[in-house]
Every structure is written in C-alpha cells, then in structure tokens.
C-alpha cells in the first residue's frame, strides 16, 4: 500500500517568515495530492490541492510543488500569520472507483510566533 | 450549517459495549467516506459509498466494524464488542461526483473513548 512521509513533525516560525512543509510517497499510482489544515479541535480543511499532470500550483500566500519522477511534494507558506498556526496535513491519493482514496502523512504542527 | 454533521460529538463506553455513529453528509453530495484519526496521526481511510454502494473497505476495518448507508443519504458506523483500541476520532467526510471535484469535505468528528 502506499506509504506517506512528512516533515518536519514541528515547525515553529516568526510571522512574516516562510514555511515549507515537505512529503514523500511510495505509490507510483497516486495521482492527486490535497493539504488539510486541522485547527486544534475541529475538522480538517482543504487548503490547495494537485493534480500528478501539474507541477506546481499557487493560491495567494500558499503553493504547492510535485516532483512525480521523486515522488515528493511540498507545501509552501509566505509572509506567514499567526492564524496560520495549525496542523497541516498532506495526502497522496489514488483513484478508486471514480473517486479518490487519500493516505495521509502523519502531520506537522505550524507555530507562527507574532 | 450545511457542512457534513457526525453525532454524537463524544462517545464514553466500556470494553465490550456495541457503539453506533451516525454520519450526515452535504446534502446534494453522494460519496461518503469514514476515517479513524488517532492523536498524532493523519485520518485514516476506513471505508468509503458512492449513494448505498460500499465501494471499498480498508483492511484496517476489522469484521466487528460495519457501516451502512442504506438510502444513500445518512450513515452509520457501528462498532462491535468494542476494545481500548478503538478509542479514536472518527471522522466523516463526503463529496460529489459532479464535475472534476475532488474534495472531500470533514465533519466534525466523533470522538471514542473505550474504559
């Protein structure tokens, strides 16, 4: 099955600063790769999302890269916010049934220090 | 609220007691996934329906886990004989098939605690 690799576990930043989350994954069938952000004690949020044929997306102060041949992507912040603070999650997704069914990385707690 | 519902919110019950969640999706939305989440940990794929079908289970979905989704509408999860182990956050999500929309969006979660 597949196998999701995310780091670091804790990132702890000053606002304004940069943060870059990163994730590697084992399944070659992968296809789709969506970031939650779960604040503490509620739901987990889609943040920006790629697609296997897109190298890299953006959406305001955050983007995302995919290396497909590597097997990794990453999530990047700018001139990041206290309200940025959360849990961040990414996911490698493979299709199943006209959906798709994500494996998640273990997380990495954002701190953003005002 | 129209996001996905889940109740109840918190579950407390011994070793070997059944539990039921129950989980409302967005109403025009007809896929409907569970997820396991424990702490430190991202959600876990458990099982997913599009309408009443229960397209995939997961291999972590032991034989005392059973979900359901009768009308294509509402589901349960249900646990049997239920063990420390289990003590967890549940987690529902659901999306549409229309369009190219990929996101799964997450209710609020039932949190289990086994005694």
């Known amino acids: 099955g597949e196998n999701v690799e995310q780091h670091p576990s804790t990132l702890s930043v000053q606002e304004g600063d940069s943060a870059v989350i990163k994730c590697t994954y084992s399944?070659?069938?992968?296809?789709?790769f969506p970031w939650y952000k779960q604040e503490l004690g509620k739901r987990p949020q889609l943040i920006i999302d790629?697609?296997?044929?897109?190298g890299e997306k953006k959406d305001q102060r955050i983007a995302v890269t995919l290396n497909k041949t590597a097997k990794h992507f990453s999530l990047h912040i700018t001139e990041t916010q206290p309200e940025d603070s959360a849990v961040y999650f990414c996911a490698a997704s493979r299709a199943s049934g006209g959906s798709y069914i994500p494996t998640f990385g273990r997380g990495t707690s954002l701190i953003v220090h005002p | 609220d129209t996001g996905v519902s889940q109740n109840p919110r918190h579950k407390i019950t011994k070793r070997g007691q059944n539990v039921t969640f129950r989980c409302d999706p967005i109403?025009?939305?007809?896929?409907l996934y569970w997820y396991r989440q424990t702490l430190g940990q991202g959600p876990e794929f458990l099982t997913y329906?599009?309408?009443?079908?229960?397209?995939?289970k997961s291999r972590l979905l032991s034989d005392r886990f059973s979900a359901e989704r009768p009308k294509g509408s509402f589901s349960t999860l249900e646990i049997q004989r239920t063990e420390q182990g289990d003590s967890a956050m549940y987690l529902c999500?659901?999306?549409?098939?229309?369009?190219?929309?990929?996101?799964?969006?997450f209710g609020p979660g039932t949190r289990l605690l086994v005694l």
């Open positions: 329906f599009q309408n009443e079908a229960q397209l995939e």
């Open positions: 399944d070659s069938a992968s296809n789709y």
């Open positions: 999500a659901s999306s549409t098939d229309r369009g190219a929309q990929e996101t799964q969006y």
């Open positions: 109403s025009e939305h007809n896929r």
């Open positions: 790629i697609r296997s044929n897109v």
